[in-house]
């Protein structure tokens, strides 16, 4: 039943905006938070999205888990680091302060490194990292979250999926854009293998009591591994210590739940990058070189029913490219849920257009 | 017939730093190759130490693949930002010879990031970054390598095993200090297969045709696969970028081969960085935290037959603790092929106790 909406990305930004006024959002926040979730949709992350997010922010900001009126500050600032803190703000509200400031240190040293406290669920990573692309800057930023991660040797979460996103501007190829959990997958790929009746792969997940399993519904009720065994381990702990450690933020179990407990802030970390790429090339030049290196790779060949070798980030924008086109798939009972968050908040529908029907919008 | 003799630190340190000296290196240069491949030796990284590395320098040095007397040059400077030259000389030299600058501009605006255009094989990652830990900084360091590692999708090698180390100063727990290949495993490890005569997981290699393999020696003819499929692959593109693009080096398939053509340079770039604590916390709370957080991971329940939960860094740490004591182990061949270089060189033998027999030394 899913992908039996589509919605234009100028109506879904629309739609999110006034949602988020609607819940004291300053209409400069508003608009932030909106296109963070706008953005993760169009890029095919329902995960980072409108689909998984918005009924969640909208009851954190209600029950105050989410502060709707940060104040937010910077602690200290010397050279090229700095450490904000969010006043437990919406994550994307504190990601693009803590972002405003490492852009401008970048700008006037060449680089800016800042840690960010007392900040919330801040949707995906690559959405901080990308707008040092736009200025010719390669972009950093992971983020912590809660644990559901064995370590390697574990038999019980430590760590969170502890993403880490690196953003490089690239020339007529597009830009290379990792922006990856260090689990060997996200937990929304096990979920919906529950949705669909099908085992996972042993090595996905263990059950509750830590034991490997290919059970989808034992591996939903457990933990993640890390990808890699102890490398993804080792990269998560040191996404915990950027994020969390260096921040003065929560660290691990410290940190609050998004889904259980709404009244309750998170005190999550964040990290933000930028290294300008004029300091080591000009950026023309660098462009061209990333345009061959990316030609180089996409050219070595292909493995049997492979149709093509894809970099960082391809798939991602292809996926955008394509919803901006065709509209951004919603499924049913997402759409239901977020019209149903738009009467409870007196906001105008979102103007959905049907595909499986003649009757256009959903009934509620 | 591994780990049949053993040498104390000092003693290897100054065979290495008479065989580099008699291959017309500058005396604080012999010293510094000298020390990463005793330290590679002596962290049990046999693959980045003498064992591996010594009979294959010298070759270089001799033959024009390492420059012995480099003129390395800072060819730019801005703020956090720089690239140096390595003039074809030894990595190790062109390494620390970049991280002086990085330390320089750390302590100056809290950050500082360089990449090395012109220089040769390095040794071990972790040799440059934990340079930082020593100030109270994070350090970060990438190396380009030449490719034997297929992208996802492929079935030919695109980009090399591309190490990426991020090292970070503890409190009484130890730094922790991640330094990892991205392929699933190092080459060593098949080549090691091979010798005992046992076969590999299925995942760790692929055969010459691209076709995966159990088997060690096809393996071994063949190329490695990625850690995590396209997350480790997107990761040695990343590694790719710093290393080889931004430095203006030798890029993929452009960079040398260190074990084949002996008397050509290799081109190659790498990546050095350093973000000072002190910006972000002060350091003895960083330190503290650190502790906790590395704490708090030790003390999640294992899984069966795990004694303790390590983080990265640990088990080299304690080898070197070790070998620091007991001396490093060094097998029969490769104490053989050290002492024939230094019989060449006129250098005098390596002072190595017999653990397997009476006789002391072995015969050349």
Chains 1, 2 share one sequence.
Not at 29 to 35: E, F, G, P, T, V
Not at 138 to 155: D, K, S
Request: aromatic share 6%; charged share 20%.
């Amino acid at each position: 039943m899913s992908d039996t909406y589509r919605v234009q990305e100028s109506e879904l930004t629309r739609f999110c905006r006034e949602v988020f006024a609607a819940c004291d959002l300053s209409p400069e926040h508003a608009a932030a938070l909106a296109d963070t979730l706008v953005q993760g949709e169009l890029h095919g992350l329902g995960s980072h999205g409108v689909s998984r997010l918005l009924p969640t922010y909208v009851q954190r900001l209600q029950r105050g888990g989410i502060n709707p009126r940060p104040r937010m500050r910077v602690l200290s600032r010397r050279g090229t680091t700095g450490v904000v803190d969010g006043d437990d703000g919406p994550g994307a509200v504190v990601g693009h302060y803590a972002m405003d400031l490492v852009l401008e240190m970048a700008r006037e040293h060449g680089s800016g490194w800042v840690a960010a406290r007392n900040s919330t669920h801040f949707g995906a990573a690559f959405l901080y990292a990308r707008r040092a692309v736009a200025e010719g800057m390669i972009g950093y930023c992971t983020t912590a979250a809660i644990p559901i991660v064995l370590p390697y040797g574990g038999r019980a979460p430590a760590l969170g999926t502890n993403p880490i996103c690196f953003a490089i501007p690239g020339g007529e190829r597009g830009d290379l854009i990792l922006d990856m959990a260090t689990s060997v997958v996200a937990r929304g790929k096990i979920q919906l293998a529950v949705l669909e009746r099908k085992d996972i792969p042993l090595g996905w997940a263990v059950d509750h009591d830590g034991n490997p399993t290919t059970s989808a519904v034992e591996g939903a009720k457990g933990y993640l591994l890390p990808m890699g065994a102890y490398k993804g381990y080792g990269l998560a702990a040191i996404v915990e210590v950027f994020s969390s450690v260096l921040s003065g933020a929560a660290v691990a179990a410290e940190i609050g739940a998004m889904f259980s407990d709404m009244d309750k802030p998170q005190g999550m970390g964040h990290f933000f990058g930028a290294l300008d790429v004029s300091g080591f090339l000009p950026i023309d030049e660098f462009r061209e070189r990333m345009d061959r290196l990316i030609e180089y790779i996409k050219s070595t060949p292909r493995a049997e029913g492979v149709e093509e070798i894809l970099v960082a980030g391809e798939p991602e924008a292809r996926k955008a490219a394509l919803y901006r086109v065709e509209g951004i798939p919603l499924a049913e009972d997402v759409v239901s849920a977020i019209q149903q968050v738009a009467a409870d908040l007196g906001v105008e529908p979102l103007q959905v257009i049907c595909e499986t029907g003649p009757e256009g919008m959903p009934e509620l």
